[in-house]
């Protein structure tokens, strides 16, 4: 199971870097135009992907010791702050979201396999009080993030922008 939570989660974080990449070279009023999607733009969407990484490594962090985690500003930090200091802010966006993609990485590999099968419980920012196998919510938010880059990469196409960046077969050896 571990070697899986590995695999996805270097290929997300190469995805993303694939993706900023893409978004580097494009015009910036597309990337902050209402396309009318959930997050509405492709900067909209991609804060969402980054926060969403960075909320459930600070749960993850509650749940078992991670030296990785414990003292990273994304964990100790105010995360009203932390969000307020990427938003509509791309080139800081897309640090965020690199250091967060690494931080991931690095908290997967310190997982214990022992610890993935352990039912875990937090709660909801809507106050709900959820249970589930630890590595179920590590698939969870891997795949939320490959769920958005899909999202973005029709709203890229819509805008005649090439992008070729989330074919997990893309990143594996």
């Not at 969402?48 to 414990?70: N, T, V």
Request: proline share 2%; hydrophobic share 40%.
């Amino acid at each position: 199971m571990k070697e899986i939570l590995v695999g996805m989660a270097e290929y997300n974080r190469s995805a993303n870097e694939k993706l900023i990449g893409t978004l580097r070279g494009a015009d910036a009023a597309v990337l902050i135009e209402d396309q009318g999607a959930f997050y509405k733009s492709v900067i909209g969407t991609l804060e969402h992907i980054a926060s969403g990484e960075i909320g459930f490594l600070r749960r993850f962090s509650g749940f078992f010791p991670y030296a990785c985690l414990a003292p990273h500003r994304f964990i100790t930090g105010n995360i009203d702050e932390i969000k307020a200091a990427f938003h509509d802010d791309p080139p800081a966006l897309y640090a965020v979201l690199a250091e967060a993609d690494s931080l991931m990485v690095e908290f997967v590999h310190a997982v214990l396999e022992s610890e993935l099968t352990q039912r875990v419980s937090y709660t909801t920012a809507k106050g709900d009080r959820i249970e589930r196998i630890y590595w179920n919510l590590i698939v969870h938010v891997l795949n939320h993030s490959t769920h958005h880059r899909g999202e973005i990469s029709v709203l890229l196409d819509r805008k005649g922008i090439a992008n070729d960046y989330s074919g997990f077969n893309l990143y594996t050896k």
